[in-house]
T-cell receptor, first 111, second 114 residues
Framework: KQEVTQIPAALSVPEGENLVLNCSFTDSAIYNLQWFRQDPGKGLTSLLLIQSSQREQTSGRLNASLDKSSGRSTLYIAASQPGDSATYLCAVHFGNEKLTFGTGTRLTIIP | EPEVTQTPSHQVTQMGQEVILRCVPISNHLYFYWYRQILGQKVEFLVSFYNNEISEKSEIFDDQFSVERPDGSNFTLKIRSTKLEDSAMYFC????????????FGSGTRLTVV
């Protein structure tokens, strides 16, 4: 079964620190992987999309990496800010038309 | 930046009633999707739609559900005879070219069945 796992479920860090969020998936034959941000009770905002042929993507303070062979992706957030507090979701395309989501990591940045 | 628009943002309905959730995808997108998220659970795929027909659906998407693109801009999800367990956030998404282009999601409709 194709599954996506995110650990830890919750993470608190002081403002200004760099941090890494983890995503693992069970099948290395992926098409792409997308990181989303979800604020409480709100929709999903796409952060970064990594194609299967890519190793990483960057946008501002965010950097996402992809290692298909180990079934892992990381989202690196530099110089964290209180506004980064949200739930971060990892979602994988396993070759069909749907995204398979992880349960997310709820991130709290402590001012 | 182009957006996927969903209406209403929150809908309360009585058990057994029919609801229609509406979405306006990004105008040049060709692939459309519905997902749902029950409170505290994962976001789950319901259905994908391309070229005026369903291209894939999950086991959740049974005869209670249907989708339609009634005109050139709207994409709707109809839930017949709603049940308490249909209470969830429903997200519409669209994509320019399917898998390789990634998705843009709307802000969701919170459906509460009472």
């Amino acid at each position: 079964k194709q599954e996506v796992t995110q650990i830890p479920a919750a993470l608190s860090v002081p403002e200004g620190e760099n941090l890494v969020l983890n995503c693992s998936f069970t099948d290395s034959a992926i098409y792409n992987l997308q990181w989303f941000r979800q604020d409480p009770g709100k929709g999903l905002t796409s952060l970064l999309l990594i194609q299967s042929s890519q190793r990483e993507q960057t946008s501002g303070r965010l950097n996402a990496s992809l290692d298909k062979s180990s079934g892992r992706s990381t989202l690196y957030i530099a110089a964290s800010q209180p506004g980064d507090s949200a739930t971060y979701l990892c979602a994988v395309h396993f070759g069909n038309e749907k995204l398979t989501f992880g349960t997310g990591t709820r991130l709290t940045i402590i001012p | 930046e182009p957006e996927v628009t969903q209406t209403p943002s929150h809908q309360v309905t009585q058990m057994g009633q029919e609801v229609i959730l509406r979405c306006v995808p990004i105008s040049n997108h060709l692939y459309f999707y519905w997902y749902r998220q029950i409170l505290g659970q994962k976001v789950e795929f319901l259905v994908s739609f391309y070229n005026n027909e369903i291209s894939e659906k999950s086991e959740i998407f049974d005869d209670q559900f249907s989708v339609e693109r009634p005109d050139g801009s709207n994409f709707t999800l109809k839930i017949r005879s709603t049940k308490l367990e249909d209470s969830a956030m429903y997200f519409c998404a669209s994509s320019e070219g399917g898998v390789i282009y990634g998705y843009t999601f709307g802000s969701g409709t919170r459906l509460t069945v009472v």
